[in-house]
Nanobody, 121 residues
Framework: VQLQASGGGLVQAGGSLRLSCAASGRTFSSYVMGWFRQAPGKEREFVASINGSGWIIRYADFVKGRFTMSRDNAKNTVYLQMNRLKLEDTAVYYC???????????????WGQGTLVTVSS
C-alpha cells in the first residue's frame, strides 16, 4: 500500500483545511486508516482513525469537535476535515494504514510522506 497525503498549507487560527490521503492497491477497504501528526521537537501523536467500513471513527481528545475523519473506499481516499484550527495544530500530518488500527503508531504498517499544516495568528 502506498499513501500520498496532500492538502496541507498555511491557515490563520480559526480557519479550516481538509487533508486528503490517496492510497494505492485493491485492498484499501481492509485497512484501518489513521492520521498522526508531529510538531517540531515533539513526538508523533495520534489524531484520528477510521475502520474499513467507515463506521468506527476514533479521535484524540484534543481534536474532538473540531476535526472530522472520513473515507471514500471507491476513491481509495481518506480525509481529515480540520475546523477551528489552533496554533498548536501546527505540525506535519501523516496518514497511515493498519490491519489492526488504534492510537499506537507502531501498529501502522504503511505511512504517507506527510503534509505540513501551519496555523498562524
Amino acid at each position: 500500500v502506498q499513501l500520498q497525503a496532500s492538502g496541507g498549507g498555511l491557515v490563520q487560527a480559526g480557519g479550516s483545511l481538509r487533508l486528503s490521503c490517496a492510497a494505492s492497491g485493491r485492498t484499501f477497504s481492509s485497512y484501518v486508516m489513521g492520521w498522526f501528526r508531529q510538531a517540531p521537537g515533539k513526538e508523533r501523536e495520534f489524531v484520528a482513525s477510521i475502520n474499513g467500513s467507515g463506521w468506527i471513527i476514533r479521535y484524540a481528545d484534543f481534536v474532538k469537535g473540531r476535526f472530522t475523519m472520513s473515507r471514500d473506499n471507491a476513491k481509495n481516499t481518506v480525509y481529515l476535515q480540520m475546523n477551528r484550527l489552533k496554533l498548536e495544530d501546527t505540525a506535519v500530518y501523516y496518514c497511515a494504514a493498519s490491519l489492526i488500527g488504534g492510537p499506537k503508531a507502531g501498529v501502522y504498517d504503511y505511512w504517507g510522506q506527510g503534509t505540513l499544516v501551519t496555523v498562524s495568528s
